[in-house]
């Protein structure tokens, strides 16, 4: 007889939930799209939120099969009564991802954008730009050209620079803009996966300056790939701020990168611990700047073990090829000193001292000759000195060490030298992100989808999952910290600063349990810190496991 209690997998998707009511994503695509109640079982805003249960659920299932994630869980509490998992099959949530599109991705997600930095009252006055890709199944719009394409509002899925080394593959690419406090996406752009990184920049400045005044961002980060002259103008233009590394490549670079040489180093002033640096103006694409030509210890640290190893292979290849020059012998002194010269315009990592042309005396009988013999001929052989890898090895790797940073921001005082490094150094907000949505357990480094349209929907659903997967990590961090409460890590200690992905692992063997005639659900598995910190969070959490 089977029993009539049933239990059911909700985990952390309780709090994701929650999360995502906070946010009100729900009722902001709802408005945006038009839905009214009852136009369709499943709507628009919950057909999202099924997406994004799906994509923070880590499960070994790919986005797209949410009927199948859905069977085991408890639908009707995480969508309301009359909600079933079958409910969100291909058709229902392939018609949300036409909506989306037909809405605009970018667009859409703007407001999702807005509504969720107001509603966790962020302030984000600094965000990272930056770009990656993701490999797509199929041959989608490959043949066609990209201006076409764009022409209908399409991206291009083709082969292009792959960040995963796998340049064989079609594939998409995607912009995010993250906040610097939490690593919130504030905006984000589906790319064709031909385009390079420094037209995307450059034409996605004017797409996205509305957007970043409208929730108060004073500058953007970028890497050296948004660095051209024309993304330069774009954003004077736009009369935005920006701090970014110059590339190496910018002959002004490469000069100042040779005169500032490691004998030097009493010519650069602290900047931050571990770092120090010199400054200079510069008007690259016609816009006024200041850059700040840093060295880094640690880079200079990394860079003397990485050299010792290159250094030894190749300076060994070039000290045998000058003992092979000793041994051989030369008609005349001027052919020696020719030969040497040959040979030292190849050299890169050995410098030569001390030369001099030993004559060499041949007999005809072996043995030492007397006195007054004389030779039967006169050779001339090469003498000389080489320096230790050292000095070589100090050079390489302070050179390795140096990078420039610029701003177009002048104002020393509102902008400090060490902010501008500091703010640099947070790159890795829209960098983890990035991890985050690659990450294995995720499933969306390979997409297959039915069409261009949806693929570009897709992008936006995962960046949507990135916001509350961010969100709900920045909450949980900041209502511990306020509370002077804490949970435990993955050592068993006391932590008020846990990954989202570590509480999701605490929760996982949480279930409801469904009481027949009761008509009411009981949770198990819940640890009494996890319920404290679901207190803390507010009723919206708390009420999720009852």
């Known amino acids: 007889m089977e029993s009539e209690y049933t239990s059911q997998s909700i985990e952390h998707l309780g709090m994701v939930s929650a999360m995502f009511e906070e946010l009100e994503i729900e009722k902001v695509v709802n408005q945006a799209l038009g839905y009214k109640s009852g136009d369709r079982i499943i709507s628009p805003g919950q057909a999202l939120k099924a997406m994004v249960l799906n994509g923070l659920g880590f499960a070994s299932r790919r986005l797209y099969l949410s009927p199948h994630f859905f069977e085991n869980k408890p639908v009707e509490s995480l969508f309301g009564a009359g909600i079933k998992a079958s409910h969100f099959n291909d058709d229902t949530l392939g018609q949300a991802l036409d909506d989306y599109h037909s809405y605009g991705v970018t667009q859409l997600f703007n407001l999702i954008a807005i509504k969720s930095v107001q509603k966790l009252k962020l302030k984000p006055k600094t965000v990272h730009d930056d770009i990656t890709s993701f490999h797509v199944d199929g041959e989608y719009n490959s043949q066609e050209t990209r201006e076409g394409e ?28 993250c906040d610097h406090q939490a690593g919130i996406p504030i905006a984000m752009t589906a790319i ?143 052919d020696a000193r020719t030969a040497l010269e040959k040979l030292q315009k190849t050299l890169k990592y050995t410098q030569i001292q001390n030369v001099e042309v030993k004559t060499v005396e041949h007999f005809a009988k072996a043995g030492r000759p007397s006195k007054d013999q004389k030779p039967t001929r006169v050779s001339y052989q090469l003498e000389f000195l080489t320096n230790s890898q050292a000095d070589t ?73 990135l916001l509350v997967y961010a969100a709900l990590e920045f909450r949980i961090r900041q209502t511990l910290h306020d509370n002077k409460a804490t949970v435990p890590d993955q050592k068993g200690k006391p932590t008020s600063k846990p990954t989202a992905r570590w509480v999701f692992e605490l929760m996982l063997d949480v279930h409801l349990l469904r009481v027949p005639q009761q008509e009411r659900l009981i949770t198990l598995n819940l640890k009494c810190e996890l319920r404290n910190l679901l207190r803390l969070l507010g009723d919206g959490y708390l009420s999720a496991y009852p």
């Open 393 to 465: 090895l100090q050079k390489l790797a302070w050179q390795g060490s140096l990078f420039v940073l610029a701003s177009n921001d002048l104002d020393t005082v509102a902008l400090t030298d060490q902010m501008i490094l500091l703010e640099y150094k947070q790159q890795q907000k829209v960098e983890s992100g990035f991890g985050f949505l690659k990450d294995p357990m995720f499933l969306a480094s390979t997409i297959f989808l039915k069409k261009v349209q949806r693929v570009m929907a897709l992008l936006m659903v995962m960046t949507v999952c």
């Open 192 to 334: 064709s996966g031909c385009e390079n990184d420094k037209s995307a920049f450059a034409r996605s400045v004017s797409l996205h300056a509305a957007q970043l005044q409208s929730v108060g961002v004073r500058c953007v980060i970028k890497d050296s790939a948004g660095y051209t002259a024309e993304s330069l103008k774009a954003m004077q233009t736009a009369k935005q701020n920006w701090i970014m590394r110059v590339p190496n490549t910018i002959k002004a670079v490469k000069t100042w990168l040779e005169v500032a040489d490691w004998y030097h180093q009493v010519e650069f002033k602290p900047l931050l611990e571990g770092y120090s640096y010199q400054t200079r103006e510069d008007d690259y694409g016609g816009v006024q700047q200041r850059w700040l030509l840093i060295h880094s210890q640690a880079a200079y640290l990394r860079e003397r073990e990485s050299t010792k190893k290159r250094l030894a292979k190749a300076s060994q290849a070039e000290q045998d090829s000058l003992d092979a020059l000793r041994r051989l012998e030369f008609g005349c002194q001027t």
């Open 150 to 177: 764009e022409a209908k509002g399409l991206v291009r899925i083709s082969q292009g620079y792959s960040r995963d080394s796998k340049p064989a593959l079609n594939q998409v690419a995607l912009e995010l803009i």
